[in-house]
C-alpha cells in the first residue's frame, strides 16, 4: 500500500512534465511558427528583419516583419514575390498560423513538386506563378480546400493531368494554369463563380467542357488537341488513327492511351457503324426497286426495232437465203418459235455488259424468254460457235440457265434461254 502511493507520487510530476512539454510544442507563437518556416527556405537574406525577435510581427494592420501580411494584429498572410528564394515551402509549420488565408511565392526560384496546400484548408488564394514547380500535382492535391477561390500556378513546369480535386473547389473563382505542360482533358469544372481559366499553352486535348464554352477563346490557346466551343468543332476526323504496323497488333498498344480514350474510341466506332447502316440500307433499297420492276414497257419497242431491222436487212441482200431461223439446244424445243417470233414480242432491255446486251421478250403464248445479244465473239467461226453451243446446251444444273436456243451470222449472236424471276444474279451481288 505505501509502495504504491509512493510510485503515484513519483508519477504525477512526471506527466505533468510530459505535458507541459506537448502543450508548449503546440503552443509556438507566431514569430516561432516564420522563423521555423524561414529556416526552411534558402537564399533569404530578404528576410533579414525577420531576426529581430525584439519586432512584433503585427501592429493592428500593419506589419514589421518584411513580407508578412497582417490584420487586425493576426498574421493573414505571406507575399514573398520576387526574392530569389528557393527550398521547401513547409506546408506543416504554417498549419499553426490559424488565421492564415493567402500565400504569395511569385517569381522565385522555387522547384520540385507542389507543396501540401491541402493541410491548409483555410487558405483563400494561392499563387505561385513563376517558379520552376515541376512534376505531376496528385488528383488530390487541393482535396477539402473549401475556401480556396484564387489560384495561380502560371509559368512553372508542371506535368500530367489538371488534379481532379479543382473541379470540386465550390468557391473557385480565378485558376490560372497556363504556361505548364499539363496534358490529358481539361476536368469538367462545374463552379459558377469560376470566370477565369487560362489554361493556355499547355499540352491539353480533348473537347472544352460545356462549362467553359463561354471563356474567351485565348484562355485555351497554344494546346494543340484542344476543341469545341469557344474554339473550333472537334472533328471525329482528328482523332481517327489507323493503325500502321503490318502485323495484327492489339489496337490498344499502336494508340497512345492519352489520345485514344474512351470518347475518341466512339467518336470513330459511331460513324463508321452508322456508313454501314447507310450502305446496307441503300442496298436493300435498290434491290427491292429492281426487283418491282415493271413489266414490258411498250416503249421499249425502239430497241426491239433495231434487231428486225438487221434481220430485215440481211433478207433484202440476200433474198435467196432462207428466212433467218434458230438453232434449238434440245430437240423437244424444236420449231415451237421462230426469231421472228422472239422479235414481235415486246421486248424490254434487261441489262447490257461487256459482251453485248440482254433482252426479255415474250412468245405469242406469253411465255417469257431471255435474248442475249453478243456484239462481238473475237471474230469466233461458226463452226467453233456451234460446238461451243452444243456444250453449253448440254449442261444442266439447278444454279445454271439452261441455253433453250442460239442464232448465228457473222455480225450477229444470239443466245435464247428461258426467263428466270427474282432478278440476275449481278443484282444481288453488286445491287446494280
Ligand atoms: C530591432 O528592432 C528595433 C525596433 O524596430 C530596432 O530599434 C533595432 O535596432 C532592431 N535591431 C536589429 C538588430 O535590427
Ligand atoms: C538569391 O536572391 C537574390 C535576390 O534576393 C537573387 O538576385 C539571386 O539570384 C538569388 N540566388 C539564387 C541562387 O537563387
Ligand atoms: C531544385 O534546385 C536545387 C538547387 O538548384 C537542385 O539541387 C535540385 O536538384 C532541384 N530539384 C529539382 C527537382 O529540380
Redesign the pocket.
Known amino acids: 500500500m505505501a509502495f504504491r502511493r509512493q510510485l503515484q507520487l513519483d508519477i504525477q510530476p512526471l506527466i505533468l512534465l510530459l505535458f507541459s512539454m506537448v502543450s508548449i510544442s503546440y503552443a509556438l507563437s507566431d514569430p516561432e511558427i516564420l522563423l521555423k518556416f524561414k529556416s526552411s527556405l534558402t537564399n533569404h537574406t530578404t528576410l533579414k528583419s525577420w531576426e529581430n525577435s525584439s519586432n512584433p510581427i503585427c501592429n493592428g494592420e500593419r506589419s514589421n516583419w518584411i513580407g508578412v501580411v497582417c490584420q487586425k494584429g493576426a498574421v493573414l498572410g505571406l507575399k514573398l514575390e520576387n526574392m530569389g528564394l528557393?527550398g521547401t515551402i513547409d506546408a506543416n509549420t504554417l498549419v499553426a498560423l490559424s488565421s492564415l488565408r493567402t500565400l504569395n511565392f511569385m517569381n522565385n526560384n522555387f522547384?520540385?513538386s507542389i507543396p501540401e496546400f491541402n493541410k491548409l484548408t483555410g487558405l483563400r488564394t494561392i499563387f505561385l506563378s513563376y517558379n520552376?514547380f515541376?512534376g505531376d500535382i496528385p488528383g488530390n492535391a487541393f482535396k477539402g480546400m473549401v475556401r480556396l477561390n484564387k489560384l495561380y500556378l502560371s509559368k512553372n513546369r508542371f506535368t500530367g493531368p489538371i488534379p481532379a480535386s479543382l473541379a470540386t473547389l465550390p468557391r473557385l473563382s480565378d485558376l490560372k494554369l497556363d504556361g505548364n505542360r499539363f496534358s490529358g482533358e481539361i476536368p469538367d469544372f462545374k463552379q459558377e463563380k469560376l470566370h477565369v481559366v487560362d489554361l493556355s499553352n499547355n499540352q491539353l486535348e480533348g473537347p472544352i467542357p460545356a462549362s467553359l464554352s463561354k471563356m474567351n477563346a485565348d484562355m485555351f490557346a497554344g494546346n494543340k488537341g484542344v476543341c469545341g466551343a469557344p474554339l473550333k468543332a472537334c472533328e471525329a476526323t482528328v482523332t481517327i488513327i489507323f493503325p500502321t504496323s503490318t502485323t495484327p497488333a492489339d489496337p490498344r498498344e499502336n494508340v497512345s492511351p492519352n489520345f485514344m480514350n474512351k470518347i475518341s474510341m466512339w467518336i470513330i466506332v459511331i460513324p463508321i457503324v452508322v456508313g454501314v447502316f447507310i450502305l446496307l440500307a441503300i442496298v436493300a433499297f435498290v434491290i427491292i426497286n429492281q426487283c418491282k420492276k415493271p413489266l414490258p414497257d411498250p416503249k421499249l419497242k425502239a430497241i426491239k426495232v433495231e434487231d428486225r431491222a438487221s434481220a430485215a436487212s440481211s433478207n433484202e441482200t440476200k433474198p435467196a437465203e432462207a428466212a433467218p431461223k434458230l438453232t434449238f439446244a434440245s430437240d423437244d424445243d424444236g420449231d415451237k418459235f421462230d426469231l421472228q417470233d422472239l422479235l414481235n414480242g415486246s421486248a424490254e432491255i434487261l441489262g447490257s455488259g461487256c459482251f453485248g446486251s440482254s433482252y426479255r421478250t415474250s412468245l405469242p403464248d406469253g411465255t417469257a424468254m431471255v435474248v442475249k445479244r453478243y456484239k462481238q465473239m473475237n471474230g469466233v467461226g461458226k463452226e467453233d460457235f456451234q460446238e461451243h453451243m452444243r456444250r453449253i446446251g448440254r449442261l444442266r444444273h439447278n444454279n445454271v440457265l439452261t441455253l433453250v436456243a442460239y442464232y448465228y451470222r457473222k455480225d450477229e449472236k444470239l443466245f435464247v434461254c428461258d426467263f428466270v424471276h427474282n432478278c440476275s444474279l449481278a443484282v444481288h451481288l453488286h445491287a446494280h
Do not use: F, P
Open positions: 528557393s522547384n520540385g520552376r515541376s
